[in-house]
């Protein structure tokens, strides 16, 4: 198979692995919200801050490397599966021992008290039900340090998937994983488990997900283990870890300033905001670094044919994802009713500005996978750098005027750390920021008018919100589709001939 015909399989593929993944995981969060409070999603995002770096440390940065290494050997594979099993329990271990402290220093009294009650009526088992009578951050730490282990047992095997583009057996593996411990979820949040229903579902997930991964792949680990392997790995996975930390403490950043300084109901409202954000910038995003770095680091010897295809990619990924972005933005009062109930609606202001940082977000991964598919890991750390120092200094600033100013603060981050981002491919590819901006224009015209045409129906049609909602979503969609056909953009044209072949591929399989 060819590579052009591999990547147009692995772009359809992992699009319906995300697309099904994230579906199933924003029905199920809609049915969550609707029997949990904001302050006990809250909580489970205050742990994320710590479950996220923990993850990283298990890595270190050498799943990436043996996708982007094209020699990698069995000695290799099985080095880095031991290495990352030893790793998973020593941070599961280091978690689970931080576990007092961590309730601590993120005390919810009035969450606690309603985990009392709830252990008092649910258990019967005395050593089960003093379990759940801990600092409820406490128990929740226990178990993610446990899912953090289990789920050490499946990364070779995730990454050996994604290195030969074989997103149809991811598709496989999450939706079954997704869909069994959203059931799950739902059923302990309706039985009244309050926060422990999520943890429990994050836990099932990965498990279900590990054993199907070793169900469904023959590569098994061969008893060797090799420091020079791990070196040779590590020069490029170590810059890998150091930038992934970086980005890691600078996202749950967020979650520290407002869990801490605010609340968690403030946490849950963020979270929520981001949540759903994240639905259609994720899907793009996640397809974007799932496909691009395996087909870009198989290109990377080739600046010419990379930076053609780096520029398509681009112009295609932004012709969905500003006017998703900018419709959203319109939408979201009508969307948080719709979906999750008037509870929910402090969360729609942060909604909207989260979707201005949306808008450029795939700009950014963009960039970097061209950087980590030409082997730059010391680049990309050094833009880390710098990008978190100026992001950081702007969070910071904003913590002290309440939880907008720091949700603007992303947007500012995001606008900023763009030319930075995109320095290295202007210099290797000579593709700048200010020539990606070009190309971005078109895209981003129509899309302001689409959204100019279809806000003031939520503001002048005093409809059902969900009657707004379809209404504004069928006439959006109606308006940028043909101002796209009537311009002949680009982006427009060649997504419909990727659509046209995929469709002849399929008819001649």
Not at 417 to 438: E, H, R
Not at 472 to 477: K, L, Q, S, T, Y
Request: positive net charge; hydrophobic residues 55%; charged residues 10%.
């Amino acid at each position: 198979m060819s590579l052009t015909r591999q990547s147009l399989s692995a772009v359809f593929w992992s699009g319906a692995d995300v697309f099904l993944r994230q579906g199933l995981q924003f029905f199920v969060s809609i049915l969550l919200a609707r029997l949990l409070s904001p302050e006990e999603f809250g909580l489970l995002a205050i742990l994320s801050i710590f479950t996220g770096v923990a993850t990283l440390f298990i890595d270190s940065g050498l799943n990436s490397a043996l996708v982007q290494r094209q020699d990698i050997t069995r000695k290799d594979e099985s080095t880095v599966f031991f290495f990352n099993l030893a790793t998973g329990l020593l941070v599961a271990l280091g978690l689970g021992l931080s576990a007092p402290w961590i309730a601590m220093f993120f005390e919810q009294p009035v969450l606690q008290a309603k985990v009392h009650i709830m252990a008092t009526n649910l258990f019967t088992i005395p050593w089960i039900a003093s379990f759940f009578e801990q600092p409820i951050l406490q128990g929740l730490t226990y178990v993610m340090a446990l899912n953090l282990f289990i789920g050490s047992f499946g990364s070779i095997q995730g990454a050996l998937l994604v290195k030969a583009l074989d997103f149809k057996t991811l598709m496989k593996i999450n939706a079954v994983a997704t869909l069994l411990s959203g059931v799950l979820a739902v059923f302990l949040a309706w039985k009244g488990f309050g926060v422990w229903s999520l943890a429990l579902q994050t836990l099932a997930s990965t498990l279900i997900s590990v054993t199907l991964l070793w169900l469904w792949h023959p590569w098994r680990p061969q008893w060797i283990f090799s420091l020079a392997s791990l070196r040779s790995l590590f020069r490029f996975g170590g810059f890998m870890l150091l930038s992934g930390l970086l980005d890691t403490l600078y996202t749950r950043l967020y979650s520290v300033i407002i869990g801490k300084l605010y609340s968690a109901r403030d946490l849950g409202f963020y979270t929520r905001a981001d949540n759903i954000q994240q639905l259609p910038v994720g899907v793009l995003t996640n397809v974007l670094n799932r496909v691009a770095f395996p087909v870009f680091s198989a290109a990377a010897a080739d600046k010419a044919r990379l930076a053609l295809g780096m520029r398509k990619v681009l112009r295609i990924i932004m012709l969905f994802n500003v006017p998703a972005m900018l419709g959203l933005m319109a939408v979201a009062e009508p969307l948080v009713i719709t979906l999750i109930g008037e509870k929910w609606l402090p969360s729609v202001p942060i909604l909207q500005v989260l979707c201005l940082a949306g808008m450029i977000w795939p700009l950014h991964a963009l960039n970097l996978n061209v950087l980590m598919a030409q082997g730059h890991s010391n680049l990309f750390f050094r833009i880390e750098v710098i990008k978190k120092i100026i992001s950081i200094a702007a969070i910071v600033t904003a913590s002290f005027y309440g939880v907008m100013a720091i949700v603007w603060s992303e947007v500012i981050a995001a606008a900023l750390c763009f030319p930075i981002n995109a320095y290295y491919t202007g210099i290797f590819l000579g593709y700048s920021a200010w020539k990606q901006t070009l190309d971005i224009l078109p895209y981003l015209a129509v899309s302001m008018l689409m959204m100019l045409v279809i806000w003031p129906i939520h503001i002048y049609l005093p409809f059902h919100p969900a009657a707004q909602l379809g209404l504004m979503i069928g006439v959006g969609a109606f308006v940028y589709l043909l101002a796209c056909h009537l311009l002949r953009l680009t982006a427009f044209n060649e997504s419909w001939t990727l659509l046209v072949q995929r469709r002849r591929t399929v008819q001649n399989l």
